[in-house]
């Protein structure tokens, strides 16, 4: 059987985005991410090296969706809810949210939401001459991520069962 190098790493990468959004870092394994993706587990080890690499390789390459619009727009908002809506948080988010030992994975977090929220915001906030611009653009993604979290987990039953466009 020809092998397909290119479609064995993508269908990897979206297994991992797929289960670490379900269940976590410390919930998937590498065996996991082989059944997922329809290919012996052996593989994460030989295309990625290791579970830290696979996972921070499925936070940076998962954002197209949700890196489309400039941070905080309506438009980036209505992808962000609804992404989280139907399929579920990303790794990235949980990634921003849950306490990791990691420190690869840490800082690959930091560096994955500086280039494609932080900056951006930054440049905005400069533009208009905010002080604190750091501390306001972590603000404005945290509260962001935090309400389509806890919109995702149902937590909070009214914002769970919000009609979308009122959410955004």
């Not at 921070?56 to 969706?65: C, F, K, M, R, V």
């Not at 560096?111 to 915001?121: G, K, V």
């Amino acid at each position: 059987r020809r092998r397909d190098a290119i479609r064995t790493l993508e269908a990897l990468l979206q297994a991992a985005q797929d289960l670490f959004g379900a269940k976590g870092y410390a919930g998937t394994t590498l065996r996991q991410i082989g059944e997922r993706a329809g290919v012996d587990a052996a593989l994460v080890a030989r295309y990625f090296g290791s579970k830290t690499a696979i996972y921070i390789a499925s936070l940076d390459t998962e954002g197209p969706d949700a890196t489309a619009a400039a941070p905080l727009t309506l438009e980036f908002i209505d992808r962000m809810i609804g992404r989280i809506t139907s399929v579920g948080p990303s790794p990235l988010q949980q990634a921003v949210v849950l306490r990791t030992a990691d420190d690869e994975v840490r800082d690959a977090t930091r560096r994955i939401i500086d280039a494609r929220i932080t900056q951006p915001l930054l440049q905005e906030m400069a533009r208009r001459r905010l002080d604190h611009p750091n501390l306001r653009a972590e603000i404005a993604f945290a509260v962001l991520t935090g309400i389509v979290l806890a919109r995702s987990a149902g937590t909070f039953e009214t914002l769970a069962e919000a009609d979308h466009d009122d959410v955004v």
